[in-house]
């Protein structure tokens, strides 16, 4: 294997973990801003929201714990956990390449 190819595929790793770790940080970002009851109107505060939303839609609501935290911690941290895992699974497997 050429080293190009090798560093190609290390970046492209790189990038990958990166991007799973900018994911995760936006859902624990949201996690951590609905623990301490952040204001919803402020535009920050609803911009994270609206993006762990879409992060989290397939596991958004998954869980039917009577507390609303609980199911916003379960929901949202079951995201940030599966983007960790598979992406830096992901990019250290092509590291190996």
Known sequence: MSTHSHNGANQAGTVIAIVADI???ILGL???MYLLDANRAND????????AAWLAGWSHDLF???EAWARVVAGYG????????VGHAIANRMHRR
């Open 23 to 25: 994911m995760a940080f």
């Open 30 to 32: 949201w996690i951590l």
């Open 44 to 51: 920050l505060v609803q911009f994270v929201h609206d993006a």
């Open 64 to 66: 039917t714990f009577d």
């Open 78 to 85: 079951l995201a940030a956990i599966v983007y960790l895992f």
